[in-house]
């Protein structure tokens, strides 16, 4: 079982998820070609998203290196990167068989309409498998693996569903569609305090502007396109230790501003292939759940964030993040994490954010600077037991993805700098029984309020359908 799940696995999302869509299409009756048309469409959609998030990695990659010798920064936890993440998760009997297990937790639920979120995004069950496999690795107690993984994702459904509305009125053409990845739900509720928080400061409405707004304002200063070159020529500069160095590498100075303008520009194009993909596979799900599951009105298509991290927010703000969250890696005493190779994550903290903020950049950008401040923490006190676990799997595989450098650590911005992932581990590792006790209560509690709250909804949909019903009569 370990090994086929292993192979699944390392098909890669570009793989996996085309296969996927394509036998879920022809099953729930979309002709064969119409099936396989949007399962490439997907795939096509991960490996463009994965060469423009590559071309990022690889650009920035050599630069910020660059930074940290001239400047002579001194971090012990090495950025590995969601690759050694995902590797951590799935290349453990533990990481293999949480998928079977999560999938049984998400027909429960839907069958004690404890959630109203059809999880289909399996590649991103690697979040679940990774905290499992933290947890292994630093108590070696398979019981608390699954423990800390379920409770992940039971929290990532709620989540989901509390979080799906206003996703849904916020972003266009994502009716039906809700997002169970941790990483970005975990986000959800901080976004939620500080968000009313922001609301009371006097003269915070007068700043309401979007990135639409931006480009009306700036022109063309306020184009995430032109901001890309602008941050990348900037890094660029700080590669340099002296004017006349400046003026020698111009070519590579604006060469770094082009690709990172061109990250900008490219993201939200192949986003546009994900939706385009997804939608008859969508509406084909929630027509025959309508049809074979009485009172399962008002069901979710649990589906990846990288449907919607084009979004103009989503890009400035992240984008103007980089730099920022690099000054801060250096600079905040007791952080030892310098993100490199994860940077690219950092496009997937947003996008259960701005239905908050309702696309305001100033609000995006000042909640998304505490969360990474926290995160940047998070990740370093996570670092003993990430390199616990990457050491392991290294020597068990080989696996070049998790060999850590001598001399540091590891680490990931990725789930990894979340405050679901490491809430959990700090209950199952460091508070023992009284962790799991609160864990079990927290998550009670909000599968009750969950229940609470679909029962409701299709009692009013039902409702609904009657008069409807009652007028054509």
Not at 93 to 120: D, E, H, S, W
Not at 143 to 154: E, M, P
Not at 209 to 221: R, S, V, W
Not at 335 to 359: D, H, N, R
Request: net charge neutral; charged share 10%.
């Amino acid at each position: 079982m370990e090994q086929v799940f292993s192979y699944i696995i390392g098909l890669g999302a570009a793989v996996m998820m085309p296969i996927i869509f394509t036998v879920l299409g022809v099953c729930i009756g979309i002709r064969v070609s119409d099936a396989l048309k949007s399962g490439l469409k997907v795939g096509v959609g991960f490996i463009g998203l994965s060469i423009v998030t590559a071309l990022l990695t690889s650009a920035l990659g050599p630069a910020l290196n660059t930074v940290v010798d001239i400047y002579d920064l001194k971090l012990k936890v090495f950025d590995m990167g969601w690759p050694a993440a995902a590797a951590v998760a799935y290349n453990t009997a533990v990481g293999a068989f949480i998928i079977p297990v999560c999938l049984g937790v998400n027909l429960l639920m839907l069958f004690t309409k404890t959630t109203r979120t059809v999880n289909i995004d399996l590649w991103n069950y690697w979040h679940f498998a990774f905290i499992g496999a933290v947890i292994y690795f630093a108590s070696g107690s398979l019981a608390c693996v699954f423990f800390g993984a379920i409770i992940c994702y039971v929290i990532t459904l709620v989540l989901a569903d509390m979080t799906a509305k206003r996703f849904q009125c916020f972003y266009k053409d994502m009716d039906g569609i809700s997002i169970p990845q941790p990483f970005c739900a975990g986000f959800a509720p901080f976004a939620w305090v500080l968000n009313k928080g922001l609301d009371r400061i006097s003269g915070i409405e007068k700043l309401e502007i979007d990135a639409e707004g931006m480009t009306k304002k700036f022109g063309l200063l306020g184009e995430p396109l032109f901001l890309g070159v602008i941050v990348g020529i900037g890094i660029g500069c700080l590669t340099c230790t002296s004017g006349a160095q400046i003026v020698d590498k111009i070519p590579y100075i604006l060469g770094l501003g082009i690709k990172m303008g061109a990250v900008m520009e490219l993201i939200p194009r192949v986003t546009v292939l994900f939706i385009e993909g997804l939608k008859p596979i969508s509406e084909a799900t929630r027509s025959l759940i309508a049809r074979k599951f009485k009172g399962a009105d008002g069901l979710n298509i649990g589906m990846s964030p990288a449907l919607v991290i084009g979004h103009p927010t989503t890009l400035v703000v992240s984008l103007l993040l980089i730099p920022v969250t690099l000054l801060l890696a250096v600079v905040l005493p007791g952080s030892e994490f310098l993100p490199l190779a994860s940077l690219a994550g950092m496009f997937y903290v947003f996008p259960l954010i701005i239905p908050f903020t309702k696309g305001n950049v100033l609000k995006t950008f000042v909640i998304g600077l505490l969360i990474l401040t926290a995160g940047l923490y998070m990740v370093t006190n996570l670092a003993p037991a990430f390199t616990l676990a990457a050491k392991d799997v290294y020597t068990a595989t080989g696996d070049v993805a998790v060999n850590i450098p001598a001399g540091f650590q590891g680490g990931s911005l990725d789930f990894a700098s979340s405050p679901l992932a490491w809430i959990i581990y700090q209950c199952t590792q460091n508070l023992k029984w009284l962790g799991a006790g609160i864990l079990v209560v927290l998550t009670s509690g909000m599968m009750w309020w969950n229940r609470v709250h679909i029962i409701r909804n299709q009692k009013a949909m039902a409702a609904d359908n009657s008069d409807k019903i009652q007028e054509t009569e």
